[in-house]
């Protein structure tokens, strides 16, 4: 890898590879940063000799970066965020006046617990902020943190799931309740371990994995059980336990929210469940903004007010 030495370097090459490693077109980096479409072209090629690579190279009607490239992007914008954030005058932020739009991505649970009261709290204290919610999905958020497509994750789980080069700050633990069909034939008021793994299982998993906190349980007692359906999404899977003999294991919250409308009972599951966590999770370039300490505020205050905090 090609030695550089910081001293040698124009710091607007930085940001305009900073620009062009986002947008990934010449054209547009060169609208963003006011330069011509020739002017930026030779920018790139001055970053190419730079660095001794390409950075990006043309893959049909697209470009996409190197290597070498999709090293550099993360640590340079930290850094670039970094310095824009010593070198600026601090940030004044009042909710009541702004117009600023924030992105955040989750599931469906964190959506139907905290989004309602989060969007009243928005509407009472910072009317003009939109909000933007996304799908979580299963890979990494890192990078659309750090590309500032997103502001802020919320996710659930256990601890480790968030990446280390993220902030975290858990919001709630999770509750959890065992859920069957009102009538169903096999159960009776209560649910022993040897019911519980003769049934057949839903399982609810947004990252599209086929075994659950539940499974590694039963693993460390020599027990298994069956999952006989999988489902991204916690929303639906009341509704299939509701018109079949399967079991679900889930949310307190959710599980007692749908039991006012479906044929469904809640029972204590049979073994000690270690409680997932819902977290938020930021990238380091947004760590001392005071829009998004102000966010991340409100959705404390939403778990707080919920009673979720346990």
Same mark, same amino acid.
């Given at each position: 890898m090609k030695h550089i030495d910081l001293k040698t370097v124009d710091m607007n090459l930085l940001v305009a590879l900073d620009v062009l490693l986002t947008l990934r077109s010449v054209s547009e980096a060169a609208r963003q940063v006011g330069l011509s479409q020739s002017a930026m072209s030779h920018t790139l090629g001055r970053l190419r000799e730079v660095f001794g690579d390409e950075l990006l190279v043309r893959a049909g009607r697209h470009m996409v970066p190197t290597e070498r490239a999709r090293e550099l992007a993360v640590p340079l914008k930290e850094a670039l965020g970094a310095l824009q954030a010593a070198i600026s005058a601090p940030e004044v932020f009042e909710p009541a006046r702004s117009r600023r739009r924030f992105a955040l991505a989750t599931n469906d649970y964190a959506q139907f617990v905290l989004l309602p009261p989060l969007i009243e709290l928005l509407e009472t204290q910072a009317p003009a902020v939109d909000l933007r919610v996304r799908e979580l999905g299963a890979a990494s958020p890192v990078e659309r943190l750090a590309s500032g497509e997103l502001d802020l994750v919320l996710t659930l789980g256990?601890?480790?799931? *968030?990446?280390?080069?993220?902030?975290? #700050?858990?919001?709630?633990?999770l509750d959890l309740v065992s859920v069957v069909r009102a009538d169903h034939p096999g159960v009776g008021?209560?649910?022993?371990?040897?019911?519980?793994?003769?049934?057949?299982?839903?399982? =609810?998993?947004? #990252?599209?994995?086929?075994?659950?906190v539940?499974? @590694?349980?039963?693993?460390k007692i020599g027990r298994q059980r069956r999952v006989a =359906?999988?489902?991204?999404?916690? @929303? *639906?899977?009341?509704?299939? =336990?509701?018109?079949?003999?399967?079991?679900?294991?889930?949310? #307190?919250?959710?599980?007692?929210?749908?039991?006012?409308?479906l044929p469904i009972r809640l029972l204590d599951p049979p073994l000690s469940l270690e409680r997932g966590t819902v977290s938020m999770a930021w990238h380091p370039r947004t760590h001392r903004s005071a829009a998004h300490k102000w966010l991340r505020r409100m959705l404390e205050e939403v778990a707080e007010d919920q009673g979720l905090k346990r």
């Amino acid at each position: 890898m090609k030695h550089i030495d910081l001293k040698t370097v124009d710091m607007n090459l930085l940001v305009a590879l900073d620009v062009l490693l986002t947008l990934r077109s010449v054209s547009e980096a060169a609208r963003q940063v006011g330069l011509s479409q020739s002017a930026m072209s030779h920018t790139l090629g001055r970053l190419r000799e730079v660095f001794g690579d390409e950075l990006l190279v043309r893959a049909g009607r697209h470009m996409v970066p190197t290597e070498r490239a999709r090293e550099l992007a993360v640590p340079l914008k930290e850094a670039l965020g970094a310095l824009q954030a010593a070198i600026s005058a601090p940030e004044v932020f009042e909710p009541a006046r702004s117009r600023r739009r924030f992105a955040l991505a989750t599931n469906d649970y964190a959506q139907f617990v905290l989004l309602p009261p989060l969007i009243e709290l928005l509407e009472t204290q910072a009317p003009a902020v939109d909000l933007r919610v996304r799908e979580l999905g299963a890979a990494s958020p890192v990078e659309r943190l750090a590309s500032g497509e997103l502001d802020l994750v919320l996710t659930l789980g256990l601890p480790e799931h *968030v990446p280390e080069t993220l902030y975290r #700050r858990d919001l709630f633990q999770l509750d959890l309740v065992s859920v069957v069909r009102a009538d169903h034939p096999g159960v009776g008021e209560t649910l022993d371990l040897d019911t519980f793994c003769e049934l057949s299982h839903i399982l =609810v998993s947004p #990252r599209g994995d086929d075994e659950g906190v539940v499974d @590694m349980t039963l693993a460390k007692i020599g027990r298994q059980r069956r999952v006989a =359906v999988v489902v991204p999404h916690f @929303m *639906v899977a009341p509704h299939l =336990v509701a018109t079949t003999d399967y079991v679900l294991t889930t949310s #307190r919250c959710v599980a007692e929210s749908f039991a006012q409308f479906l044929p469904i009972r809640l029972l204590d599951p049979p073994l000690s469940l270690e409680r997932g966590t819902v977290s938020m999770a930021w990238h380091p370039r947004t760590h001392r903004s005071a829009a998004h300490k102000w966010l991340r505020r409100m959705l404390e205050e939403v778990a707080e007010d919920q009673g979720l905090k346990r």
